[in-house]
């Protein structure tokens, strides 16, 4: 037995092998006969995990070995291997534990690229959700400007005209004021609606910015009939893009501006030139005019013409530091809206006295025909303290976004107010009037800018609260946060039961937020 337990630990045999190997004989063999059939064999055995072939032989029990088979005793056989084949198993073994890496990277990869897709979603709709509500507090709040401005009127014994753009408490008003189709009521900076505002709606910061568009010069006033005056009105707005940013290392020069008024001018009446493909509007009707001008649906859409340039439509600082306003800041094409009821389009040919810039006002008419400094006179006029009469009851203090009160400045609550200014009187009559027919003191359309901002800093980093403009502006270009701008354009509509908003542009994502267009800003 000792023969045969050292001839297994030899050949490399498994203990349940040998248990197998030396299991009885079939009922029937004895020593010295031969197995009637290969299966009676308890010692014929195939070891292939081995490499081992064992026959049946054993000198001790007397049985005598197959022919052909084994010699005596045992004989051990391995199976030969290929030495160009040494090593394939572990390569392929490799191979497959790389592709097996390039899966589970991948898989990592995708789901990590979804994950920051789906917290983006996320943030977006949250923003969305908050700028939103944010217009419709906004639209709330120009409907209330105007019931309390119709309130004050009516208590000083003056009904209020919906008709009548620019009449004061008097019943006052020139002809081109009733034209304007205002509200009746004065707009100035000092009205709810014109102070920035910062607010939480939910967990996100939102700050609103609302501006007027009648401080702006609308450029459709350039299709006019009369071809004289539209010739004019061509000369306004290349003044105004030559004087929108004047001093700083962005200007447009005066070559440029009138380059840029041409091509304005020529996408409007020659519009299947034009390198903008004309879109299929509703107003076109079902047999559209062939020679009809072609109404643009934003002025942005002039960036795809020469010269104009990107840049153009942007807010942001140059080298030296200087505020470069985007020319939308001062031009505009909302101003004149019509509806199919009234299809007449009204305003938009005026600017409104209390809101419009500096680079309008000057633009209106050649400084030849007007003395330049009325204009530097009506800004200054703006911006000095309010002084309240012993009569009046004082106001309650209004703070802005930094926290600090309001100062009360003066206004024209008509353009006949104009009279508060010294150069005014030194005008004659005849020049008077084609001023007051280019101002006004009412607004209709607006834009509501909502800046919604969550900071991507380090909490330690992150600041909360500013307290003046440029911090904040400094901070918003810091590129340590991630902003959304929308841009909405209203129309405040005066019905028969009231004044009711009327979207023209619900939803315009802008790519930066626009800076703050101030009378002085050497003053910050």
Known sequence: MWMWLWLFERSGVSHLDRMDLLRPLPWGLVPGDRPRRESDCALTQDFSASGIRLGWAATTMGIRPRPGRLP???????????????????????????????????????????????????????????????????????????????????????????????????GGGDESAASSGGTGASDSQMDAWAMPQVTMIGEQEVRITVVDEDRKFNVLNMLVEDEEEANENREIVARILDNCRE????????????????????????RADSLLPQPTLLSDGDDPEPDQPAMPLSLREMVVLEPFQEQHFMDFFDA????????????????SPATFTAPDAVGGYEVNINTAPLAVLVALFDSRAVDPRLWDEILAYRNEPEELDQDEEEIEPSYDEFGNEVVQKKFFDTVDELTEVRTWDALEAEDQQPIQERLITSSRVFSIYAVARQSTAARENQILEFTDRNSREQYERSSTHLLRVVRQVVWRQEADDGAVIVPLLPWEVLGSAPLDLLDFPDDL
């Open 72 to 170: 005596f005793l045992m004989q051990l056989q391995r199976t030969p291997t290929d030495p160009n084949k040494r090593g394939a198993a572990l390569m392929l073994s490799f191979l497959v534990l790389i592709v097996i890496l390039m899966i589970c990277y991948q898989i990592t990869r995708t789901t990590g690229i979804d994950r920051i897709e789906a917290q983006r979603t996320q943030t977006l709709t949250g923003m969305d959700y908050a700028i939103s509500s944010a217009f419709l507090q906004v639209a709330e709040d120009l409907l209330a400007d105007v019931e309390a401005e119709g309130g004050e009127e009516a208590a000083g014994g003056a009904a209020v005209d919906p008709m009548a753009g620019g009449m004061g408490a008097d």
């Open 247 to 270: 001093g700083t290392l962005a200007d447009i020069n005066r070559g440029d501006a009138d380059l840029m008024s041409r091509v304005m001018y020529e996408h409007f009446t020659r």
């Open 320 to 335: 030296d530091g200087e505020r470069v306003h985007s020319i939308e800041q001062f031009l505009t094409i909302w101003t």
